[in-house]
Antibody
Framework: QVQLVQSGAEVRKPGASVKVSCKAS????????LYWVRQAPGQGLEWMGW????????NYAHKFQARVTMTRDTSISTAYMELNSLTSDDTAVYFC???????????WGQGTLVTVSS | QSALTQPASVSGSPGQSITISCTGT?????????VSWYQHFPGKAPRLILY???DRPSGVSDRFSGSKSGNTASLTISGLQTEDEADYYC???????????FGTGTKVTVL
């Protein structure tokens, strides 16, 4: 079955960077766009950007454009989201998700809690 | 790309029906049949409960139903149960280069 498995929780100091991984299984990794979405405490789902695993193409939300990088390693069916210059406002649960053959997010990673604290 | 508009909260008693609206524009909700809904318990992964406006993935209760009129989509939960207490998000395909846009989210409370 389709699975997205993310890396574990991270704690960072302000100004640092974090890199979250998302390993896909059960489907052809390069065939479906992967999206990154986050939820800060008490807030709604926030779209961060997408990655085309086939060619590495990306599109980032304007809010994150200057400090987010989404990459992939097709040899291990894994996508990465790196966020730089962290502040306390980046404390959130980060999810990877894919748009499947239906026009909907049909599979989600379990989420990765990133805590930014001095 | 602005988020789709949902009511912040909706409540109902067990057994009742509630409806959550999701309002967008002709560039998203009104222009395409690609509206989906997600049930989300905070800290957990969101769960797809409806796609293509009104289709249910396998395993989703038929108490969840969807519709669309113009630029507004709706999720109806019939026979409300305590286990339905969660946050619900709509999502639509959009002409924006983000491809998809979420709603602002609705907290459902079972009284």
């Amino acid at each position: 079955q389709v699975q997205l498995v993310q890396s574990g929780a991270e704690v960072r100091k302000p100004g640092a960077s974090v890199k979250v991984s998302c390993k896909a299984s059960g489907y052809t990794f390069s065939g479906y766009y992967l999206y990154w979405v986050r939820q800060a405490p008490g807030q709604g789902l926030e779209w961060m950007g997408w990655l085309n695993p086939h060619n590495g193409g990306t599109n980032y939300a304007h809010k994150f454009q200057a400090r987010v990088t989404m990459t992939r390693d097709t040899s291990i069916s894994t996508a990465y989201m790196e966020l730089n210059s962290l502040t306390s406002d980046d404390t959130a649960v980060y999810f990877c998700t894919r748009i499947g053959s239906i026009a909907a997010y049909d599979a989600w990673g379990q989420g990765t809690l990133v805590t930014v604290s001095s | 790309q602005s988020a789709l508009t949902q009511p912040a909260s909706v409540s109902g008693s067990p057994g009742q029906s509630i409806t959550i609206s999701c309002t967008g524009t002709s560039s998203d909700v009104g222009g395409y049949h690609y509206v989906s809904w997600y049930q989300h318990f905070p800290g957990k992964a969101p769960r797809l409960i409806l796609y293509d406006v009104s289709d249910r993935p396998s395993g989703v209760s038929d108490r969840f139903s969807g519709s669309k009129s113009g630029n507004t989509a709706s999720l109806t939960i019939s026979g409300l149960q305590t286990e339905d207490e969660a946050d619900y998000y709509c999502c639509s395909y959009t002409t924006s280069n983000t491809f998809y846009v979420f709603g602002t989210g609705t907290k459902v409370t079972v009284l």
